[in-house]
């Protein structure tokens, strides 16, 4: 049985597994397609595995092989490998699926230029892993009269405020993120290694009902913790080491990521103040992040309450970036940072991670963190941090 008649036979089961009612799709195409019209775009084609996700419901754990959504004021066309016929075929309910033999890439050109034949304006994102050289190579070949064109902001811009259903999915993703952090803090202890406490998070979010996720738990401790985005080795937690956590559970693949910092024994006179700093950063942030404020003014902010430490530990400059459906590599929706020079202003409904991790090169790192959600009067932390270095033991 080829590709093409397995997708004939899987008719009966189309759309069975999606996670969305065709309703919130057909308002995410409609903002998609005006944003187009503005634009003066007749067509855009998206590669990434979240934004294919975003207006399709199309979900898959290989996010490694080409697939394109192309998307026209008429009509939606999905292309994908015959390996993901499957996938495509159950998480969507899109009628125009087409699909070349994942061996042999030269099938990939040919329905692209069938279907964009007479297109003067194509969008792309020319800084979107997912888009291939060959692909944007050979169309500007095989259709000279049509312009590529950077469309890099323009979903982005629609994907930036969440819909009740997707809040509710960042909700769920919240509470199963608590879980899992909690019971990787209850394993940290001297002796354990940061594996044993990544394997206590990781069963839990899973137990809770966390799928795949975007990001493996993290977890570091030590030294180790100085280090950005190192991850557990099997290396053994000393005593008054800190150990940092940082997870994200995917509830139909939304994630709300969560930072923790927990110490294996009493925490020195410098990590409380470190934990403090990370803390009023916290606090300034939701007191300063209200509709009409912008991104840049908010990481203003916070850059006066980070200044005393500025010198002695480092941080990354984005105090906060924006969540929703995502697939792995990473949770980062790109979207949207609370930077300097960011002058974007917040609106209700947009959700941030807010990554608080001041690091002290060669010595040790202490993050912690909530995603939370801007509303009318300001905004309200989604995930429930205890934001203390130690673990109450039970009585």
Known sequence: MDHSTYRRQL?????????????????????????????????????????IFYLTGYSTFEVSVHAALLVTPERLTLQVPSIEVGPA????????????????????????????????????????????????TELARRLPGMALVDAGSLLAGVKIVKSALELDCLAASARITGAGIAAAADAVAAGATDSDIAAAGAQALHEAGSEFMSMQPIVVGGVSSSVGH?????????AD???????????????????????????????????????????TLLSVMRPGRTFDSAARAAEQVLAPLSEA?????????????????????????????????????????????????G????????????????????????????VESPA
């Open 363 to 390: 010595q040790w790192g202490i993050g912690c963190s909530d995603t939370v959600r801007i509303t009318a009067e300001g905004a309200e932390p989604l995930t429930a941090n205890p934001w203390s270095l130690t």
């Open 89 to 136: 075929v159950t998480t969507t309910r899109i009628d125009d699926i087409c699909s070349y033999r994942w061996e042999n890439l030269d099938e990939v050109i040919e329905p692209l230029v069938e279907r964009l034949a007479g297109v003067a304006r194509l969008g792309v994102d020319p800084w979107q892993g997912g888009l291939r050289q060959g692909v944007t």
């Open 313 to 361: 530990a480092y941080f990354s400059g984005v105090f906060g970036y924006t969540v929703g459906g995502q697939f792995p590599p990473s949770w980062v929706e790109g979207s949207g940072f609370i930077a300097r020079g960011q002058q974007q202003e917040f609106v209700p409904d947009m959700v941030f991670h807010l990554p608080l991790c001041l690091r002290l090169p």
């Open 11 to 51: 008719e009966p089961l189309a759309g069975s597994e999606c996670v969305f009612p065709e309703t919130e799709f057909e308002h995410r195409r409609r903002a998609v397609r005006e944003a187009m019209q503005a634009s003066a775009l007749e067509a855009v084609l998206l590669t990434a595995p979240a934004d």
């Open 241 to 283: 080491e800190p150990v940092f956590m940082e997870f994200g559970s995917a509830w139909n693949r939304y994630t709300a990521p969560m930072m923790r910092t927990v110490v294996a024994g009493r925490p020195s006179a410098r990590m409380q103040e470190v934990f403090d700093t990370c803390r009023r950063l916290h606090d």
């Open 230 to 238: 190192l991850n557990h080795r099997r290396r053994p937690i000393a």
